[in-house]
């Protein structure tokens, strides 16, 4: 596989087929060659940095019923909150005392936040603070709602396409469709956003040789950030008995990701550093550059549980800040709480 790694090394591409050959085909040792590319690929572009963005998750109220998350409408069970302006506020506010300048806000699709009221939160953000980035992870709305989000200062954007697989799409997203999903990310892209895209690793049915047409699209799709993570099956949905993805092959992604899209922001997720302790600190070894510590209110944390098991410190975001932090340091990693851009991306 030597000979698959060093082409996708040097021309940060492969085509389909090859891909699917070095997914399926990866020992040990080749997977280690590969891992230590990938972080001479990732010192090149970013050096030793691991940018630090603070977290807030606004909301768990949300319309969509996707078969893996923990906060879909059918589950009745969970505790639904969401937070108001001067919550959200506060929590940014906090976050800039402690050095952060990416706020991340992301929650389910709650229709309270309507424009209006995103459009205040970061207008005010953004008045107050010139030298923050302010990325939104709402998942989807209308074009024109995405351009008045970025005209009101919004830099980036995440929304993960999940799986490129039509009908594993259709099965786990009652009442969407991929070909929306991928329509959003085109629209962000062209208003200006940093785009953020992704998948799940470990959904049911999904070997590994599948996700050669989920890097694919991404190699397409040129996106700035990617979020990719395993799926942690949750008690309160219908997935609940699927065994989910494992760290291993999520850092095995995260790898050649960084060979196919050298200057990409890509976070070691919570998610990785929930199913291994030591997950997030493979993840900068295999290429990851971001993390991503929590700054919501600490009443709120637990509500936003996705899968079984969240990692939650029960720590104060300074706290929790320090920790990360001297993980990162004795990985051998630099922590940065500077906006942190994509190296290729300027404000239109
Ligand atoms: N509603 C927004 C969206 O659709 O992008 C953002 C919130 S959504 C909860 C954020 C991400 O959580 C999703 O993109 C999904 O990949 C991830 N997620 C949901 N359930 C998960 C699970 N059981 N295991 C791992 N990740 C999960």
């Given at each position: 596989m030597r000979y698959l790694i060093d082409k996708l090394y040097e021309n940060n591409e492969l085509t389909q087929f090859e891909l699917e050959e070095l997914l399926c085909n990866l020992s040990e040792e080749d997977r280690d060659y590969l891992i230590d590319k990938a972080y001479e690929v990732r010192q090149r572009s970013y050096g030793k940095t691991v940018f630090f963005r603070g977290l807030i998750e606004i909301s768990n109220i949300c319309k969509c019923d996707c078969f893996y998350c923990g906060i879909r409408a059918s589950?009745?069970?969970?505790?639904?909150?969401?937070?108001?302006?001067?919550?959200?506020?506060?929590s940014c506010h906090r976050g800039y005392s402690l050095g952060?300048?990416?706020?991340?806000?992301?929650?389910?699709?709650?229709?309270?936040?309507?424009d209006e009221l995103l459009e205040d939160i970061i207008k005010t953000l953004k008045r107050e603070y010139s030298d923050i980035a302010i990325t939104l992870s709402l998942g989807e709305r209308g074009e024109k709602s995405f351009r008045r989000l970025y005209e009101a200062g919004a830099d980036r954007y995440l929304l993960r396409h999940e799986t490129v697989?039509?009908?594993?799409?259709?099965?786990?997203?009652?009442?969407?469709?991929?070909?929306n999903r991928k329509k959003c990310l085109e629209a962000l892209k062209e208003i200006g956003y940093q785009v953020g895209s992704g998948f799940l690793i470990g959904l049911p049915g999904l070997q590994m040789k599948d996700y050669a047409?989920?890097?694919?699209?991404?190699?397409?799709?040129?996106?700035h950030m990617v979020g990719i993570g395993p799926f942690i099956p949750h008690e309160d949905t219908p997935l609940k008995s699927e065994k989910g993805g494992t760290a291993y092959d999520t850092?095995?992604?995260l790898a050649i990701i960084r060979l196919l899209l050298p200057d990409v922001l890509l976070p070691a997720t919570t998610?990785?550093?929930?199913?291994?302790?030591?997950?997030?600190?493979?993840?900068?070894?295999?290429?990851?550059?971001v993390i991503m510590p929590n700054l919501s209110p600490m009443e709120y944390?637990?509500?936003?549980?996705?899968?079984?098991?969240?990692?939650?410190?029960?720590?104060e975001s300074a706290e929790e800040k320090l920790k990360i932090e001297s993980g990162v340091i004795e990985a051998g990693f630099e922590p940065i709480l500077t906006r942190g851009d994509n190296i290729r991306w300027k404000r239109k």
């Open positions: 589950n009745c069970k969970a505790s639904r909150y969401r937070l108001s302006k001067d919550e959200i506020l506060d952060y300048r990416t706020f991340v806000f992301q929650g389910g699709e709650d229709s309270y936040f309507t697989d039509e009908n594993l799409y259709n099965r786990l997203h009652p009442k969407m469709s991929l070909e047409k989920d890097l694919i699209f991404l190699k397409k799709l040129k996106p850092i095995t992604l998610a990785l550093g929930t199913i291994d302790p030591k997950g997030r600190e493979k993840g900068f070894k295999a290429g990851a550059n944390r637990k509500k936003y549980a996705l899968y079984n098991g969240k990692v939650f410190s029960g720590k």
